[in-house]
């Protein structure tokens, strides 16, 4: 992939910001335009519900939009979304698939294939065996070394690893 700020796209938005951006005011945005809501949101449906997308609150315009719009085209966007949804190769740094989606995907959803093998299987049964080992450790069922249960959790990392139990422990915070 080549340098983003070689883009043609990179360099329109940079002349924006140059121009109009540094001095973009969100108040302002949103006093000279009473639909700005309306114009820079939308809503999804999805089976879980509806999901609202408001991005009025950033510093964009219709020319700063259409520009990134632009990138996103520049670079592919949608090739590069297509091929994570298929497994393919995205990840060149690590040499693999990027497998997040396949993560999500119901047990009886479509096929995700990485070098022939559908790798829903393999990560279905990880998943049963978390689900399987976190009852046993809510229920008690599951004893620490002293033979008592585990009722505190340390987590030790740096980085990536360290950020979905951060995220968790955010998310249950009462």
Partial sequence: ??????????????KLYDTIGIN????QLFSDDNQRFERYSLEINTLDGLILF???????TEEILKELFS???????EEQRTKMFNGELINFTEKRA??????????DGKEIQVDGKN??????????????????IRSGQWKGYTGKAITDV??????GSDLGPLMVTEALKV
């Fill in 98 to 107: 990027v497998l997040h989606t396949a993560l999500r995907t119901p047990k």
């Fill in 54 to 60: 408001d991005y009025s609150k950033n510093l964009i």
């Fill in 24 to 27: 973009l005011n969100l108040r």
């Fill in 119 to 136: 790798v829903l299987i393999d990560i279905h049964r990880v998943l049963e065996q978390m689900k399987t080992f976190s009852e046993a």
């Fill in 1 to 14: 992939m080549s340098n983003l700020k070689e883009k043609l796209a990179w360099k329109n938005l940079q």
């Fill in 71 to 77: 990138l996103c085209r520049e670079c592919q966007i």
């Fill in 154 to 159: 340390v987590n030790i990392g740096i980085g």
